[in-house]
């Protein structure tokens, strides 16, 4: 191959954060880092979020989705129920999800469970989103095989069809949100000579004199 991949190398600055400089949850971090990305003119959809579940049997699969609400109960996306994703959560409730700010030399991982939102949660989302794309979750039979890109156009020129633009469009009930339940949120900051910061919010059960269900404990993980 002609690109010389091995040669590609990127430093970065000295811009250490510590156990000390830390909330006590999770939520309160990574919203200030959100915040911090959707400011930096240099980082494209900061709520881009890599998603990886797996099937019963192991075999795992990754797509982006875009993070829609972040609070103290978990991380809430929306997706078709019965595509790959939807099945395999389904089938397969563990899952970890990678939000990723180059521009920020940042990332933070988040393993833990998915289950699905209410209906009106989803039906609340589903509303506030652009015509076009309530019209999308109703042509696409998400992770199913197409015949050809004309299959689905026509079927989308069909629903606009059926539901003009402000038409009160209902929301597909295979199609709706998910809420992620950390385990574990790994908070990571790049630093020179790959010398990085790994802190790690993770969730360990409450035991004798302690009066919360559960607790975070935050680590340091070795680069």
Request: aromatic share 8%; proline share 7%; no cysteine.
């Amino acid at each position: 191959m002609s690109n010389d991949l091995a040669s590609l190398r990127r430093d970065y600055t000295d811009r250490r954060f510590d156990v000390a400089d830390l909330p006590p949850d999770w939520w309160t971090l990574l919203d200030r880092w959100l915040g911090e990305a959707l400011r930096h003119p240099g980082q494209l959809e900061p709520n881009a979020m890599v998603l990886a579940t797996a099937s019963v049997d192991a075999r795992p699969s990754a797509r982006t989705v875009l993070l829609k609400h972040v609070g103290e109960a978990g991380l809430v996306f929306f997706t078709s129920y019965t595509s790959r994703k939807g099945k395999e959560l389904a089938a397969n409730p563990a899952v970890s999800a990678v939000l990723s700010w180059k521009a920020l030399g940042r990332q933070v991982v988040v393993d833990g469970d998915a289950a699905p939102v209410g209906a009106a949660e989803s039906d609340a989302y589903f509303a506030s989103r652009p015509y076009g794309s309530r019209i999308g979750a109703w042509a696409s039979r998400q992770s199913s095989v197409l015949a050809s890109a004309q299959e689905l156009d026509e079927t989308a020129a069909r629903l606009r069809r059926q539901y003009p633009e402000g038409a009160v469009i209902p929301r597909p009930p295979t199609w709706g949100g998910f809420q992620i339940t950390p385990r574990a949120v790994e908070f990571w900051q790049g630093r020179p000579d790959r010398l990085h910061d790994r802190l790690r919010y993770r969730r360990v059960e409450g035991g004798a004199g302690v009066p919360e269900d559960q607790v975070w404990r935050i680590e340091r993980l070795a680069p």
